[in-house]
């Protein structure tokens, strides 16, 4: 497992081999009849925002009058990326901050603001975390975007996640944090278990924390892709590398694995995008 790739370069070449981004962006399109307190609209809260691939489609598509986008990301490759894709498409049309660290240091950095923790100022100064990001984020912001990040997180971080949204960040009453998840049986977590790794934490659990927590999930739009495994070239090696670093899975078990998951080469990419509002 020797290739040296950056993030973003991997995500794309993965990507490349189904076709999720058009279904979202199909899918995006039809957003704003459906929820139409977008158009309203102003500050947007982004986690894992990644190169800003789905982000920015949702931003054009859904969020005609951004005024503010706050991104979080720990990957220093994305967030150069990101902070281009969003200059290139929008100029600058809305006010962009980013903050280049692990979403559990931003939920740290916004607890301790609040909490006015002396010990723990000069970190918060650090990052620029200031008051004005804390004003920004109480109960201001319209849309929060987590597409397949949520999984990352560990179970107390998600909980954790999920309150400051409900409870602090969102708007009362319009606020609402768009996901993305992948199935249960998305070849993803079959290429994982057939390498003996542990899986993606599905869609459908963190559905299920949410309601569980009295979180009001009002809509699921389960879709599927496609996806391209026919060749254990360098590029999927690359994106495996990733997806497989901490496993201990190595490059012939994952050739292995991906001969039985889709002996055609091809298999499938079921995935659920779902909207949760404040209740
Ligand atoms: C599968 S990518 C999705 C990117 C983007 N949301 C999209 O869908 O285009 C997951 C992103 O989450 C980021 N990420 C993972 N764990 C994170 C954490 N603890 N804090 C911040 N970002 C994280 C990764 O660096 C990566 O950019």
């Not at 081999?17 to 982004?46: F, G, I, Q, Y």
């Not at 607890?111 to 000069?122: A, L």
């Not at 998600?158 to 319009?174: A, M, V």
């Not at 899975?249 to 404040?278: D, H, L, Q």
Request: net charge negative; hydrophobic share 35%.
């Amino acid at each position: 497992m020797s290739h040296k790739v950056i993030y973003p370069t991997a995500l794309k070449i993965f990507r490349n081999r189904h076709s999720e981004k058009k279904v979202l962006s199909e899918l995006m399109d039809k957003l704003p009849e459906r929820c139409s307190n977008l158009k309203d609209a102003t500050t947007c809260l982004s986690i894992g925002t990644g190169y800003g691939d789905y982000d920015i489609d949702f931003i054009e598509k859904c969020l005609p009058n951004l005024k503010k986008f706050i991104a979080i990301e720990i990957d220093g490759d994305c967030v150069k990326e990101v902070k281009e894709n969003l200059y290139t498409r929008f100029k600058n049309k809305f006010e962009v901050e980013v903050f280049e660290m692990p979403v559990e240091n931003f939920f740290d950095l916004y607890e301790t603001v609040i909490n006015d923790f002396d010990g723990e100022k000069n970190k918060a100064e650090k990052y620029s975390f200031n008051s004005r990001c804390k004003e920004v984020l109480n109960g201001e912001v319209d849309a929060i975007l987590a597409f397949h990040i949520i999984h990352f997180l560990a179970e107390k971080e998600r909980k954790r996640f999920y309150n400051l949204c409900f409870d602090h960040w969102l708007r009362p009453k319009t606020g609402q944090l768009f996901f993305t998840g992948c199935d249960e049986n998305n070849s993803l977590n079959h290429l994982l278990s057939e390498a003996k790794s542990p899986v993606i934490l599905s869609s459908e659990i963190i559905v299920n924390e949410l309601k569980n927590g009295g979180k009001n999930v009002v809509e699921e739009f389960p879709y599927n892709c496609p996806i391209d495994y026919s060749s254990f070239d360098v590029d999927i090696r690359r994106f495996l590398n990733f997806t497989f670093q901490h496993s201990g899975a190595t490059e012939t078990s994952i050739e292995e694995a991906m001969k039985v998951i889709a002996p055609n080469g091809w298999s499938e990419y079921p995935c659920n995008f779902c909207i949760a509002r404040k209740a």
